[in-house]
């Protein structure tokens, strides 16, 4: 059983910075590939950033640069450091787990609000 519990959520201000952690349960084969995915209000759930066992990374275009995907393979922790925050950040953030990059079966966290203050 898979499970994945986001913090480090909150408000910030344009400019600023957060540190967003998903603490796992699992197996390691079921925590193959982490990601973090947001959704802000009436947009449709997508990928920030994704990162696996082996240490690959991918981002969205939108965070490239700024946004800084990292895990603790030892202690089943998923990281996103994000820098530069601005208001089109503003979402809910949610952990996903996957044994496979493509196709699931896809494991997700409760989600942790971030809102950007302009």
């Known amino acids: 059983q898979v499970q994945l519990v986001e913090s480090g959520g909150g408000l910030v201000q344009a400019g600023g910075s957060l540190r967003l952690s998903c603490a796992a349960s699992g197996s390691a084969f079921s925590l193959n590939v982490m990601a973090w995915h947001r959704q802000a209000p009436g947009n449709q759930r997508e990928l920030v950033a994704q990162i696996t066992s082996g240490g690959s990374t991918r981002y969205a275009d939108s965070v490239k640069g700024r946004f800084t995907i990292s895990r603790d393979n030892a202690k089943n922790t998923l990281f996103l450091q994000m820098n530069s925050l601005k208001p089109e950040d503003t979402a809910v953030y949610y952990c996903?787990?996957?044994?496979?990059?493509?196709?699931?079966?896809?494991?997700w966290g409760q989600g942790t609000q971030v809102t950007v203050s302009g």
């Open positions: 996903r787990a996957s044994p496979y990059l493509v196709g699931g079966p896809n494991h």
